[in-house]
């Protein structure tokens, strides 16, 4: 199994359409 790890350096954190994005990704990774 693959594994992928993300570090959100922005103060500002992510946003939700790229946060939902790579969601979105992961979902489908691991099905």
């Known amino acids: 199994m693959k594994s ?8 500002l954190g ?3 359409r790229p946060a939902a994005n790579l969601a ?5 990774l691991a099905s």
Not at 24 to 28: A, D, F, G, M, P
């Open 4 to 11: 992928f790890n993300y570090e959100v350096t922005s103060d």
């Open 14 to 16: 992510i946003h939700a």
């Open 24 to 28: 979105q990704t992961c979902v489908n």
